[in-house]
């Protein structure tokens, strides 16, 4: 099936550095998304983006946290700088269409460690 | 928060037997997506039941609707030990785009 590829798998930094998370989403998808998973546990919803643009995004979606996709390379978070409860596993997404009827297609994550 | 009663529970089976998981949530949705994250993986699509469906099957997939109280289940027949994951509902929360997930159903299925 589709496939959305993320890169790195794992990423160690220390705190108040920056730190940019990157996705490859399925090559035809439209809408894109990042979630953030602590120890295996809910899934929280960050953001979603569409056209350049975001078009939501949640409490958890700080000020130090940016999202972009330029020309159609990878989709990317970027966190600057990081804070010690950013540690998390932080899961990338696509759609091809942004209703919450589509199938979301996710990555296998990028756990991230602040240490 | 999204969620009333939780569906985080953890449920341990053997093999061949059936298992159902509720979710339930507060605010009105137009859909509930199940997704099934198995260990090191991200999550991905089991079934999807709109609004205006009770009851959805796919294979050995069976979802239910409840919008009355809020309320929707997934259940497996036929458990096998690939079947163990931790399952997820989601919702859209009255129609915003955003899927917002439920804390999740962990199974376990001893062969």
């Known amino acids: 099936g589709p496939k959305v590829l993320q890169i790195p798998s794992h990423q160690i930094i220390d705190m108040g550095q920056m730190v940019t998370l990157n996705c490859d989403p399925v090559s035809n998808h439209l809408y894109f998304y990042w979630y953030k998973q602590i120890l295996g546990q809910q899934m929280e919803f960050l953001v979603n983006?569409?056209?350049?643009?975001?078009?939501?995004k949640s409490k958890l979606f700080k000020d130090q946290f940016s999202v972009e996709r330029p020309d159609g390379s990878y989709f990317t978070l970027k966190i600057q700088p990081t804070a010690l409860e950013d540690s998390a596993v932080y899961f990338c997404a696509s759609s091809l269409g942004g209703s919450s009827a589509e199938t979301l297609y996710f990555g296998s994550g990028t756990r991230l460690t602040v240490l | 928060s999204q969620w009333g009663e939780e569906n985080l529970q953890a449920l341990s089976i053997q093999e061949g037997e059936d298992v159902t998981m509720n979710c339930s949530y507060k605010?009105?949705?137009?859909?509930v997506q199940w997704y099934r994250q198995k260990s090191g993986k991200g999550p991905a699509q089991l079934i999807l039941?709109?609004?205006?469906?009770r009851e959805k099957r796919s294979g050995r997939l069976r979802a239910t609707l409840d919008t009355s109280s809020q309320s929707s289940s997934l259940s497996i027949t036929g458990t096998l030990a690939t079947d163990t994951a931790v399952y997820f509902c989601?919702?859209?929360?009255?129609?915003?785009?955003?899927?917002?997930f439920g804390t999740g159903t962990t199974v376990s299925v001893s062969p």
């Open positions: 989601a919702t859209d929360r009255q129609g915003g785009r955003a899927l917002i």
């Open positions: 983006f569409y056209n350049g643009k975001v078009m939501e």
């Open positions: 605010t009105y949705t137009t859909v």
């Open positions: 039941i709109r609004s205006n469906e």
